[in-house]
């Protein structure tokens, strides 16, 4: 059984940063794309990030974070992280980790708060 679990979230003021971590069990994540995503309250879950499987596993981002995020891979931890800077205000979500089957998640962590405060 796959499971996802995230860390990192909290509250920080805009400008700051936080990392976000995902550790999972039951499948290698070097060998499947890894994704973050997040809901603001009263929103979609939104995509954020992703990275493909391989060594040099391709990356890409939201419009809305990219250049102030970057999704990594930590093979010996089974782990992904995502590093964001310069946080808004509207970067406040509940961020969740995702493994895909393919192209679509197919098993999700139970989500971590993010809060900027302005």
């Known amino acids: 059984q796959v499971q996802l679990v995230e860390s990192g979230g909290g509250l920080v003021q805009a400008g700051g940063s936080l990392r976000l971590s995902c550790t999972m069990s039951?499948?290698?994540?070097?060998?499947?794309?890894m994704g973050w995503f997040r809901q603001a309250p009263g929103k979609e879950r939104e995509f954020v990030a992703r990275?493909?499987?391989?060594?040099?596993?391709?990356?890409s981002y939201a419009d809305s974070v990219r250049g102030r995020s970057a999704i990594s891979r930590d093979n010996p931890k089974n782990a992904v992280s995502l590093q964001m800077n310069n946080l808004k205000p509207e970067d406040t979500a509940v961020y969740y980790c995702?493994?895909?089957?393919?192209?679509?998640?197919?098993?999700w962590g139970q989500g971590t708060q993010v809060t900027v405060s302005s």
């Open positions: 990275i493909r499987p391989g060594t040099w596993g391709a990356r």
């Open positions: 039951g499948r290698t994540i070097s060998s499947v794309t």
């Open positions: 995702a493994s895909y089957v393919g192209d679509s998640p197919d098993y």
